[in-house]
């Protein structure tokens, strides 16, 4: 397996806030990486500093074996990018906004090209609908045919599900897992948690800053993240009361149990002690990633209190 990015202290500032601070990144062909982080983390400037759509401040390092500082053409050229926003034409139908796409970036075999990609995506028998007419995960599978057109060895997908059904977004990634099981390399930005789970490796970033990596595994085993599920009356109430106490970084009702997480294992069980007995049942249970998330993005409040640097 090659690597497909190895890129060393990446830095970029917009005017005089850094948005992303020291990033070192490396990923292996056919991987799905998903970043995670809050909003204006800095996962989109790093997509696109990754594709050579940015120019970084500073870094080093190659990207499908090009120097990325100084090959970006070359290595856009071998690049999917999917946008935040549906940017084909609504008043185009699926078929010609693919032609369209296709002449945009010079393709040869146009007609066999977009045919192969309807085929794949199940848009053949749609082709002759209108863009703007489609759901929004039709819209989703339409802009995935258009950034795999010219066949990319590496695809970026910035947030590419955002108010998609689950059922969309379901098979929306299985399209994604098939052309990573080809060998293309897939970067993907996400808030949601089933779509962290099926990437293959994760990045969480905060401030600009990738503050943890791995597979979802590694990151939950790294956390020293402490959780326990609590089942009883009330859940709401005692979730509210439990998220303010000392030791608890994140209190959380799911349905009718409350998953109650830290890292001070003393200190938790202080705060639980005063429900340690009947009605409640409590159980220690492995945090899941969204538990993990949650007390990394915990860091972003402490550090805003603390007056981050911008
Ligand atoms: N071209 C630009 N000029 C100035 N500031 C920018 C530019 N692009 C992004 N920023 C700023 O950089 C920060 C990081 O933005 P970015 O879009 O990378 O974050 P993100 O993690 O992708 O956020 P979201 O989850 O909301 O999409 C934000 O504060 C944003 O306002």
Not at 10 to 37: W, Y
Not at 91 to 117: C, H, K, Q, S
Not at 293 to 307: D, H, N, Y
């Amino acid at each position: 397996m090659s690597r497909v990015i190895d890129v060393r202290g990446l830095n970029k500032s917009f005017g005089d806030k850094r948005v992303v601070r020291d990033v070192s990144i490396a990923v292996d062909e056919g991987r799905i990486t998903g970043f995670l982080g809050p909003n204006g983390s800095g996962k989109t400037t790093t997509l696109r500093l990754l594709c050579g759509l940015l120019t970084p401040d500073s870094g080093e390092g190659e990207v499908l074996g090009l120097n990325f500082r100084t090959e970006s053409s070359r290595i856009k050229r071998q690049t999917g990018y999917m946008t935040q926003r549906f940017s084909l034409y609504d008043d185009m139908t699926i078929n010609e906004n693919l032609v369209f796409v296709a002449r945009v970036y010079g393709l040869d075999d146009r007609a066999d090209r977009v045919d192969r990609a309807l085929k794949r995506l199940g848009l053949a028998e749609r082709r002759d609908q209108l863009a703007g007419a489609l759901s929004g995960g039709w819209k989703q599978r339409l802009a995935l045919a258009a950034a795999t057109l010219h066949e990319p060895k590496l695809l970026l997908l910035d947030e590419p599900t955002a108010g998609v059904d689950p059922k969309a977004r379901r098979e929306f990634w299985d399209e994604i897992h098939a052309l990573a099981a080809e060998g293309l390399t897939v970067l993907v930005s996400t808030h949601y948690m089933d779509e962290a789970e099926r990437c293959h490796d994760i990045g969480y970033i905060l401030h600009g800053e990738l503050i943890a990596r791995g597979t979802g595994e590694e990151i939950i085993d790294r956390s020293n993240l402490i959780t326990f599920n609590g089942e009883g009356p009330d859940i709401d109430h005692l979730a509210h009361r439990l998220a303010t106490q000392a030791g608890v970084v994140s209190a959380s009702a799911f349905g009718a149990a409350v998953h109650v997480s830290g890292v001070d294992r003393a200190a938790l069980e202080q705060a639980l002690a005063p429900y340690r007995q009947a009605p409640y049942r409590w159980t220690e249970v492995k945090p899941s990633l969204e538990d993990v998330f949650i007390q990394l993005m915990s860091r972003e409040t402490e550090s805003v209190q603390e007056g981050h640097d911008a």
